[in-house]
């Protein structure tokens, strides 16, 4: 599910095993409209087709940096080995790894009160290819899940804006959920502050303090440097005695001179896909997470339901469109693809508009400009988290949740929670463990 960043992606629920498009770039030309336009067998208005219109996009594009660097082929290296060792296994952590993360979710709602724009309205699978279209279709029949494969009639009568185009069907998963993880955290981070938790942002955590090994090299405290704007918090901070309880450290914005210890009991990492530092100090040099980035186009959403989707769409292959309705606004996400550098931005964005504007020429409200977006969020080499007890006994991992962090993310909190408690997790943990790759 590629359809956000850190803070973006608004997919919660799904039993539906939605993946990153990625492939081989194609190089076509931009689509031909006149050879996409059909009529469907009831004569009714041109229509055009999705599997036309979506192989006119671009994907994957291999970067020669990646070709030279070293972390890229240890990445691979793994990838290749825990593909060939744990695929059923894999798919089994996974759907017990969303059932919790929902279960969490919902007990996290009914204890705060959260209001993030929640609903579950279902989710409609759009499949361009007829072939992979009934594949599906019968792997729905035999599932225990909520999908149900639908007509194009009926999909187009649950999602009216999908009216013009032509495909063969789509899988309706009639309880997925969707929510503004942007306004959850805002939240949530409201009611923290309530409780005591300290935050502390536009800081940099430079390296842990530790006790010899002879003593169990546990951290002890954790050097920080903040920029100047946040000189009067990092005092406070350094200060308190509820300085323990949690610190929030995002990437700096500027090179603050001092630097101070944060005493803790136990370090939650959550860092990026770039070398994080933490990482480095405690002598683990890599990790394996590669930077994937993604796309997406949000604007004010015109308000007739025949010009802009309603509900949550993904249309599958060859390069996944995501569209996602957040209150008055409506995104459009696409494109997942490995990459260390910046070159191919601005060409991918327009891709993506070009798609948007093919499908759902009319979705944008009159006279808005949407706002074009991209980030990068950490991959590891088997698509799931690296969670748990690092190589320290009191440092928890807690990343490399790639395109489903918003997925993810309520379950690993748990996980975690319990981890530092001392509470059973009720969860295979080795799955998620750092342990399940060879480190070099």
């Known amino acids: ?84 060792s744990h695929g059923d296994w894999a798919k089994e952590v996974l759907d017990d790894l969303i059932d919790m993360s929902l279960d969490t979710l919902a007990e996290t709602r009914r204890n705060l009160s959260l209001h993030f724009e ?93 006790t010899l090994p002879s003593k169990g090299g546990k951290v002890t405290g954790v050097v920080v440097r903040p920029s100047p704007s946040c000189s009067s918090a990092s005092s406070s901070l350094s200060s308190s005695s509820s300085s323990k309880r949690a610190i929030d450290h995002t990437n700096a914005k500027g090179g603050g001179d001092e630097s101070f210890v944060v005493p803790c009991e136990y370090v939650v990492v959550c860092s990026g896909s770039e070398k994080n530092k933490l990482i480095v100090s405690s002598g683990l040099d890599w990790v394996p997470m590669l930077p994937m980035r993604s796309y997406s186009i949000t604007g004010k959403a015109n308000v007739d339901p025949a010009n802009c989707p309603q509900n949550y769409i993904l249309i599958e292959e060859p390069v996944e469109l995501l569209v996602t309705r957040l209150g008055d606004d409506v995104r459009f996400s696409s494109y997942a693809e490995i990459s260390l550098g910046d070159d191919e931005v601005e060409k991918r964005l327009e891709s993506l508009k070009h798609v948007v504007h093919q499908l759902f020429p009319n979705a944008f409200a009159e006279g808005e400009a949407p706002v074009g977006w ?22 928890v991992l807690n990343t490399a949740h790639g395109s489903d962090e918003w997925r993810f993310a309520h379950g690993t909190a748990r996980i975690v929670a319990d981890l530092i408690s001392g509470r059973s997790t009720g969860f295979n943990t080795q799955a998620l463990s750092l342990k399940r790759f060879f480190l070099f």
């Open 1 to 84: 599910n590629n359809n956000s960043n850190s803070n973006n992606n608004n997919n919660i629920d799904s039993k539906s095993d939605v993946n990153d498009g990625m492939g081989i770039k194609s190089g076509r030309s931009p689509i031909d409209t006149s050879s996409s336009k059909m009529k469907d067998i009831n004569g009714s208005p041109t229509v055009y087709s999705v599997d036309e219109t979506m192989m006119s996009a671009e994907t994957f594009l291999t970067e020669r940096q990646l070709l030279v660097a070293p972390r890229f082929w240890k990445w691979c290296i793994n990838y290749l080995s825990l593909s060939f």
């Open 118 to 210: 929640y609903r579950s309205d279902g989710a409609l699978i759009v499949y361009p290819d007829e072939d992979k279209f009934h594949q599906t279709a019968e792997e729905a029949l035999m599932t225990t899940y909520d999908e149900v494969a639908i007509t194009t009639n009926k999909a187009k009568m649950i999602e009216p804006s999908l009216s013009r185009l032509h495909f063969p069907g789509a899988i309706f998963h009639q309880h997925d959920s969707l929510g503004n993880c942007v306004v959850f955290c805002a939240q949530l981070e409201e009611v923290l502050r309530q409780r005591g938790v300290k935050f502390l942002t536009y800081t940099e955590a430079i390296e842990f303090q530790r």
């Open 374 to 395: 991209n980030g990068k969020r950490p991959l590891s080499s088997d698509g799931l988290p690296i969670v748990g007890i690092s190589h320290i006994s009191n440092v």
